[in-house]
């Protein structure tokens, strides 16, 4: 019970169809687990009432609210509806990101790379922005946001990877801003996850076989070499949204089996 009486918002609680669990609903569950009330904020509303039900069948409690992050007005109306619900928002966990239409920097779009940075960086400013007031007022508060080592490793994602460089200094600049408020901002750089949308997705937008495209990322992985899972990213979440972590903020902790320990 390391959240309970706490109240998390998990924005990106839904998923992709697939295999394998992804971060989000993960992370949903997993604070539930530990008592928290969870706010599961989707686009997609049937995946976000799925992982409702999944929580349901634990015995947990969670609500379901429909928003896309990168409408600022939908962004105020999940925090609203979670005070209404709960009273209150202690953690803050985004775990929405993109990266369809992406390639190499002379390859990519205009149109992809607006969308790209629509998704991954505007969103988490909104929903940030949206959640901070209600923070502040608590003189309280744990933000977690997923990034990717691909802010900070090579990659042929060129739009993905200056997005989530842009939402590590986000985070950075949040703790920093907001530390006199009691609130605390951290990052999560998820390596090579064994997750649907990167398998599923990867594996068709390559045209490879699933288990062609698990044998190569397991490879890449120092630690094991095998792949991470949401649960690992979750567990991290979790420690961050706890009050263990009570004097850490601004941190951008990599979940990637040492992978980003190859910089250089």
């Known amino acids: 019970m390391r959240l309970k009486d706490k109240v998390a918002v998990v924005v990106g609680a839904g998923q992709t169809p697939g295999d394998t669990i992804g971060n989000g609903r993960a992370a949903a569950i997993l604070f539930a687990r530990e008592g928290a009330s969870v706010v599961l904020v989707d686009r997609d509303l049937a995946s976000a ?19 896309d992050i990168t409408r600022e007005q939908e962004c105020q109306a999940f925090v609203s509806a979670a ?5 209150r928002i202690d953690i803050l966990h985004n775990n929405v990101g993109i990266a369809k239409g992406d390639g190499p920097i002379e390859q990519v779009s205009g149109e ?13 400013l909104l929903s940030c ?13 744990s933000i977690i946001n997923i990034s990717s080592i691909a802010a900070v490793c090579a990659a042929n994602i060129a739009a993905y990877k200056v997005s989530k460089a842009g ?10 801003d907001n ?5 605390r901002a951290n990052a999560i750089m998820p390596g090579l996850i064994e997750t ?21 990322r397991n490879a890449r992985v120092p630690l094991g070499r095998k792949m991470g899972t949401a649960w690992d990213v979750a567990y991290a979440a979790l420690f961050l949204a706890s009050d263990e972590s009570r004097f850490i903020t601004g941190v951008v902790l990599p979940v990637d089996g040492g992978q980003s320990a190859r910089i250089g």
Not at 51 to 64: A, K, N, P
Not at 112 to 124: C, E, P
Not at 167 to 176: D, F
Request: charge should be positive; charged fraction near 20%.
């Open 83 to 87: 005070v209404d619900a709960y009273g």
């Open 196 to 216: 649907p949308m990167a398998i599923e997705g990867i594996s068709q937008a390559r045209g490879i076989p699933k288990d062609q495209l698990i044998r190569e």
């Open 179 to 183: 530390a006199r408020f009691g609130i």
């Open 129 to 141: 922005q949206c959640t901070l007031p209600v923070m502040r007022k608590q003189q309280n508060g």
């Open 49 to 67: 009432v799925a992982t409702r039900e999944m929580i349901d069948q634990e015995g947990g409690r969670s609500i379901v609210i429909q928003a």
């Open 112 to 124: 992809a790379w607006d969308r790209i940075m629509t998704v991954n960086l505007k969103g988490m």
């Open 167 to 176: 939402v590590n200094a986000l985070t950075h600049q949040i703790a920093i």
